[in-house]
């Protein structure tokens, strides 16, 4: 059984959420099941890219890994697209045997049983300026068969008011769950680059709406990776 | 007993380190026994200064805590100059039983008994270029006097090459102490914007010696206040 992989790369740092600059080698599956307005990786989610994308088998997965990182156990990201319309658990069960750590990223419109041998999953409810909606039995759903996981958290990217407002009525829902916000980014264009005062004004927005309405429970964060490479790829 | 507090601020969010993004209030601590070449807090540790500290109480910096925080629990980071010559144990636990958590930092030159009530003890040894010189039996009966606490983490700030292989060897030293590593900001004036793309280049920079040098146990971190406020103080 083969994988549909995008793009495989690192050792960089993860530039977001709860593992933020932590080293990592990202794995970057191709298709989703959605399709966000403002997405800044089409180039893993559309199917009009779906001839760059491999197949790979879980061992050649974990050869390139081993490669990148030289044969020393690190976080590998498994992110996308939405990696939950495929079947890691070959992957993660080979790289757990050699002391690689597992994190994956998704939206939680899927719930996959390999969730459970994750270090961490984020899932990452998208808000409504993404277009989408969440269907919060099916996120219900990932997070039961996430039981077992290391620890499981919750990532909101918001661009607005109405995404802010949706945040918090997400963050009601579960309270237990460690919450992550991290201002949007309009600016997804990888052949141009990104404005660094207008992404720093963004968190700073974000900072002060969380601050100013003294709500204590999230961490807000920027995208380091966009920070520092902007939109490029591979890093 | 009165404390000698330079300034109480917040809410704003933790700019480093193992909290980064968190909302939190920030009591600095005014005085220090150290004084690094590329200090960024001289307001609290020249002596100078001293006259523009505060004399509070304990119930005092809990009283102005509360206001600013509205009453409702976050995280206090008490930090410095180096908080860890005064004795912080009475306002932690009068914080503790109103829900509030509470961090430290300190260079790790001083050890105090109430660094077992902490929710996070940060410990930043400080580098050769700082001009200081570390004692690692102090720092070792900081470890021993934090015992008990919910985390200990180091965190090493990196301006040079040297630093960096000095930041090896401590972490060596201390294999089960989750490292954070950000680099250094020589930009410390007050009144001077601080450069994005020189603070972001920096940052690069430490990412790029560590990911290359497949080193993949310390998290890379900027200064997200350095970024979003440059040097400004009381937020």
Redesign the interface.
């Known amino acids: 059984m083969t994988l549909r992989i995008a793009e495989i790369f ?4 993860q530039g977001e959420g709860a ?5 990592t080698v990202f794995v970057r599956a191709g298709g989703c099941d959605y399709r966000c307005s403002w997405c800044d990786s089409l180039h893993a989610v559309e199917s009009a890219y779906r001839h760059d994308w491999a197949a790979m088998g879980h061992d050649e997965v974990m050869a390139e890994i081993r490669r990148l ?2 044969g ?4 590998v990201s498994i992110s996308g697209g939405n990696p939950a319309i495929q079947d890691f658990g070959p992957l993660i069960a080979l790289g757990k045997e050699e002391g690689y750590r597992f994190a994956c990223e998704t939206q939680g419109s899927v719930a996959q049983p390999w969730f459970a041998a994750l270090d961490t999953l984020v899932l990452s409810p998208k808000p409504p300026s993404s277009g989408e909606q969440i269907d919060w039995g099916k996120f219900d759903r990932c997070l039961e068969l996430a039981r077992g996981c290391g620890q499981a958290v919750m990532k909101i990217v918001i661009f607005d008011e109405v995404d802010y407002g949706w945040a918090r009525d997400a963050a009601e829902r579960y309270p237990d769950l460690p919450l ?1 916000l991290q201002p949007g980014n309009p600016d997804v264009d990888p052949t141009h680059p990104v404005d ?2 207008v992404a ?1 004004d963004r ?2 927005w974000l ?1 002060e709406k ?2 100013g309405d ?9 995208q ?1 990776h966009v ?3 902007g939109n490029k790829r591979g890093v």
Chains 1, 2 share one sequence.
């Open positions: 690192g050792p960089t740092v593992l933020i600059g932590e080293p990182s030289g020393l156990p690190l976080t992550f660094l005062q720093v968190l700073l900072i969380v601050t003294r709500w204590f429970t999230p961490r807000v964060l920027p380091l920070l520092v490479w």
